[in-house]
Structure formats: structure tokens, C-alpha cells
């Protein structure tokens, strides 16, 4: 289990960089970004220098780009997005892509050297619906699985899942949000999901 | 130990007075798990962690690597034996020599050479044997002290250390310092990923337990278990 975690957020914030040509093949898409941002990081003085402010806009401006989190959000609430409102799909969006954000910024943060192992694709060219694998290796422990569950859009590829080590994000926001809807509704879960975000915001300015 | 069953009990109806929610139907012992859940958290709080950030100041990250690759390595004995239980003979032969080299060539197992070498760690255990062999895996159960686990996990657990290596070292003394060691090392290499699940969970314990779950599902199918649609 040792940094699996920090791999599990890590990888979400991966694909960071604009792709120039949208149709690229998801694992080719899924490599080279990676690769980038690994760059990206070692090289900035200012994320070096443990500045989280800057971490966050970097993955605002070129995480979101390649996830689809309209998709993520309604995965995560099953049953209860169809009873959702527009305006309350709107917001439950809105305060699920803060909070991942702001994770990913704590995980990339503690990012140290691993190694990554590309797989190749195992999908027919006319898949619109696809798995990447990357294995990270470290010494001494398991690698660890990254699986990207990736759909084709009319925008190119976008990410709507990352399994990790087997664990599947979107499937593990699902008893909790399922929990805080029957307790006290979806409106409870959105006034949640701010309370969280505002106090994570809180500890980063401290 | 009566003192500790009576504390845990207490923890245990403390949970079930407060938990109103409807039940989980992998989950039927939460109320008693997250008492003990409680339970570890204070003894996390207040003694695992503190302990853990000590040794973190105090040995550099180089050496509690070592560390690591030390117990990492005399655990690839029954990584093997479960690989051949499980009738992953060459996974079997392979951890086996990983140990043979480890201890040899990597000093008794500090350097993990066998990795350079191209012979993978693999992550076996007896719960994941059983798995293997069919067993469900039974309500979720969290164990005072160790944490998440299931009925069959439990199990598996308790044959894991039963059979560990550790447990035969002699004098008693040196015996229970590697354990203190084994666990104080474990719990410095989780001290990010606890601040990461801290950030990331609105519940900690339905987020770890469904990690939990979904990993262990996970493993038992060396990474790739039939596949389950979201809806």
C-alpha cells in the first residue's frame, strides 16, 4: 500500500497538457502527457519551492482539459443524478472537480521519482470506449496499476475514471455520496462538498 | 488484555448507539467496526504517529528503505508459498528466487538486487489465497491495532503472521524490537497517503473501507478482476 495513495491522486493529474492533435491514440495521448508534466514539475522553481497556489493553477489550466467531469460526477452519483436538478448537476460538478483538484495538488506535490511503463493498448481502432494501462515501478515495492478509463468524444479522448492499484475513484465517491444524499439530499451533499472545499482551502493558505 | 477487551467493547457500543444509517450489506458489523475504528484512530493519533514522525526525522529516507527491503524480503518466502498455492508456479519460483538472491547478494535482503535484476515483488497473502480458492469475503471487519481487514482476510491474517519468519527470531527481545521496528517503518511509509485520504474523503472510514474492498478484489485477481460496470 506504501504511496499507493499519492500514485492514485498523482495520476489523475497526469494528463495535464493540451493535445495538439485530438485524434491521437489514448495510450500514445496518456504517454506523452505524462511525460510532460513529470518534466513540468522537476523543472519549475516556484512548484519546487512547494508553492501549492502554483500547483493548482497549472492543473486548473491543463488537467481539466482531458477529463470529463460531468461524466465522473453523475458515475460517482449514480441513481440520484437522474433526480438531480440541472442546477444541482451544475454545482455537485462544480465542488467534485474542486475537491479532486485540490488533492491532486497534494499528491503531485509529494511526487518523487518513479518509473512509469507504458502498455500497449489493447482495443481495436473503432473502440470509442477505452482502458490505458501504466504500471509505475519503484524499488523494493509492487508496481503499481494505473488503469485510465477513457471514452471518445467529439473533443478527442477523455478520461471518466482512473483505477488504482485496482481502486476505482469514481467507484469509491460512491457509498459516500450515497450516504450524505439519503441523510440530508442532494442539496446536504453540495453544502458538504463546500464545507470540504473551504476548509481544505483554509489549511493551504495557513 | 481483560482491560483491553473491555476498553474495545466499550469503543464497540459507543459505534452502535451512533450509527443510525441504513446498512451497508458488506458492512452488517458497522456499528462495532467503526468503535474500533475510534479506537485506532486514538491510539494512531497519539502514539503510532507521533512515533512514526520521530523516525522519519531521525533516519534518513535511504535508510528506512533498507528497512523496508529487509521485512519486504523475508515476507517473498510466503509470498511464493501462497503463488504456489494458488498454482502460480512460475510467480512461486520467482519470488523464491528473489529471496534467495536478496539475501545473498543483497545482504540479507537490504538491497533489493533482485528487482535490478527483473525478478518482480508480487503482494500474495493467505486472505488472497483463499480468495483465490473461493472464499467470499465475508463482512467487512476491522481489526483493533491492524485495521481494515474482512472475516476472510482476518483469517488469512492471522496465518500470515503465524507462519512469518519473525515470529521464530530469538532472543525474545530481538523478536519483539523487529516487530516495534516492522511496524513503526510501515506507519512512517503511510504518513502522506493518511494526509491525502484526511484531504480527499468526506467519510475517511466508508472511503477506506471501499479502497479497501475494491483493492483487495483487486489483488485476488492479480490486477485484472472481471470487470464491473458503472452505471
Known amino acids: ?187 446536504g451533499l453540495i453544502k458538504d462538498l463546500q464545507t470540504k472545499n473551504r476548509s481544505l482551502s483554509k489549511q493551504e493558505k495557513k | 488484555m481483560t482491560r483491553f477487551f473491555r476498553v474495545l467493547l466499550l469503543a464497540a457500543l459507543g459505534g452502535c448507539a451512533t450509527t443510525g444509517e441504513e446498512r451497508d450489506p458488506r458492512d452488517p458489523l458497522e456499528g462495532f467496526n467503526r468503535g474500533v475504528y475510534r479506537f485506532n484512530e486514538t491510539v494512531d493519533v497519539y502514539v503510532a504517529q507521533p512515533v512514526a514522525r520521530a523516525y522519519v526525522k531521525l533516519l534518513h529516507q535511504e535508510i528506512r528503505t533498507r528497512v523496508g527491503n529487509f521485512f519486504s524480503n523475508v515476507q517473498d518466502i510466503f509470498i511464493g508459498v501462497n503463488n504456489f498455492l494458488q498454482g502460480k508456479f512460475e510467480d512461486g519460483v520467482n519470488d523464491w528466487a528473489r529471496f534467495t538472491f536478496n539475501t545473498t547478494f543483497g545482504l540479507l535482503g537490504i538491497h533489493d538486487v533482485a528487482s535490478e535484476m527483473g525478478l518482480e515483488k508480487h503482494n ?16 467487512y471487519l476491522i481489526l483493533p491495532f491492524l485495521g481494515s481487514s474482512t472475516v476472510r482476510d482476518g483469517a488469512g491474517t492471522a496465518i500470515d503472521w503465524w507462519v512469518a519468519p519473525l515470529t521464530e527470531v530469538r532472543p525474545i527481545a530481538l523478536r519483539n524490537t523487529l516487530y516495534g521496528l516492522y511496524f513503526v517503518n510501515t506507519r512512517a511509509d503511510l504518513l502522506e497517503a493518511g494526509r491525502l485520504l484526511e484531504e480527499a474523503a468526506l467519510d475517511k472510514y466508508v472511503f477506506q473501507r471501499d479502497a479497501y474492498l475494491q483493492r483487495r478484489r483487486s489483488l485476488i485477481y492479480d490486477g485484472s478482476p472481471p470487470r464491473e460496470k458503472l452505471e
Request: glycine share 6%; charged share 25%.
Open chain 1, 1 to 187: 500500500m506504501r504511496t499507493m495513495m499519492r500514485i492514485f491522486l498523482f495520476s489523475l493529474a497526469v494528463l495535464a497538457f493540451p493535445v495538439p492533435a485530438q485524434d491521437a491514440a489514448p495510450d500514445a495521448l496518456v504517454k506523452r502527457v505524462t511525460l510532460e508534466v513529470i518534466d513540468l514539475i522537476a523543472k519549475d522553481k516556484e512548484i519546487k519551492a512547494g508553492s501549492r497556489a502554483k500547483l493548482v493553477e497549472v492543473i486548473e489550466a491543463k488537467v481539466l482539459p482531458h477529463f470529463n467531469f460531468t461524466a465522473m460526477t453523475a458515475l460517482a452519483m449514480g441513481q440520484n443524478w437522474g433526480k438531480s436538478t440541472p442546477e444541482q448537476k451544475k454545482r455537485l460538478t462544480e465542488e467534485f472537480k474542486t475537491l479532486l483538484v485540490r488533492t491532486y495538488a497534494s499528491a503531485l506535490a509529494a511526487y518523487s521519482e518513479q518509473k512509469f511503463d507504458f502498455r500497449p493498448l489493447r482495443a481495436k481502432p473503432t473502440d470509442t470506449d477505452v482502458t490505458v494501462n501504466v504500471r509505475v515501478l519503484q524499488p523494493g515495492a509492487q508496481a503499481v496499476t494505473l488503469d485510465y478509463s477513457m471514452e471518445k468524444t467529439a473533443n478527442g479522448w477523455k478520461v471518466y475514471d482512473v483505477m488504482v492499484g485496482g481502486v476505482s475513484l469514481v467507484a469509491n465517491y460512491r457509498t459516500e455520496f450515497a450516504n450524505t444524499v439519503r441523510a440530508s439530499g442532494i442539496d
Open chain 2, 124 to 139: 500474495e497473502d493467505f486472505g488472497q489465497t483463499f480468495g483465490r480458492w473461493g472464499a467470499p469475503p465475508g463482512p
